[in-house]
């Protein structure tokens, strides 16, 4: 059974790019989650994807997206990249919506934007 | 909207020594809460879960415990090691669709 996975670990962006961020789901979980934590800070919820639809999504602006595929795998996008983008992205997996607490998180993406 | 609180920030005990890690939350119509393990940079790992409906949880040197009326859980470390070194992170579900909200951590430092 593999865990998840995120790609890439760590990238460095300018101002106004946009970037992509992966997330391999552990088997048998159909739920993504991401989160986005700031250095020093606890993480905070973006959104969620259950069976390829948006299920949830948190306080943030529209320039973040995602999708999730029908391996439910899953892309978290970033248009126009602020200064305060920079932060370890997370993913999470669970075997669904409703099933509360079992949740696997990966070791994150790291963003620094310049 | 829930709000959740950690104190304190950081904490710097002696090995052996047996610790208390407090998390205060607003909303207290909760379906469950977590305790996570991070270590520097990396994902967060889950510690011990409480349902709603359970007063606390234990696993191995770990007992968390909650209090809805008061809205506050602890996480008891006893005999701490310097593994145990990391920040640890609270959080809730209110929704009972996993999607959490994190206080800010208490960051522990385990000194040999």
């Known amino acids: 059974e593999t865990g998840v996975t995120q790609s890439p670990t760590h990238l460095i962006k300018t101002r106004g790019q946009q970037v992509t961020l992966r997330c391999s789901s552990q088997?048998?979980?159909?739920?993504v989650s991401w989160y986005q934590q700031a250095l020093g800070q606890g993480p905070q919820f973006i959104f969620q994807?259950?069976?390829?639809?948006?299920?949830g999504r948190g306080n943030f602006p529209p320039r973040f997206s995602g999708l999730q595929f029908p391996n439910y795998s899953s892309e978290l996008n970033v248009n126009a990249l602020e200064l305060d983008d920079s932060a370890l992205y997370l993913c999470?997996?669970?075997?669904?919506?409703?099933?509360?607490?079992?949740?696997?998180f990966g070791e994150g993406s790291r963003l620094t934007v310049l | 909207k829930q709000e959740v609180t950690q104190i304190p920030a950081a904490l710097s005990v002696p090995e052996g020594e047996n610790l208390v890690l407090n998390c205060s939350f607003t909303?207290?119509?909760?379906?469950?809460l977590q305790w996570f393990r991070q270590d520097p940079g990396k994902g967060l790992t889950s510690l011990l879960l409480?349902?709603?409906?359970?007063r606390e949880q234990t696993s191995g040197r770990l007992n968390a415990s909650l209090d809805k009326s008061s809205g506050r859980s602890t996480l008891y470390i006893a005999a701490s090691q310097p593994g145990d070194s990391a920040t640890y992170l609270c959080a809730m579900d209110n929704n009972a669709g996993n999607m959490l909200t994190f206080g800010g951590g208490t960051r522990l430092m385990v000194k040999p």
């Open positions: 088997s048998g979980h159909n739920t």
């Open positions: 999470a997996s669970s075997p669904g919506a409703g099933n509360t607490g079992e949740l696997f």
């Open positions: 409480i349902q709603s409906s359970q």
């Open positions: 909303d207290s119509a909760i379906y469950n």
């Open positions: 994807y259950y069976r390829e639809e948006e299920n």
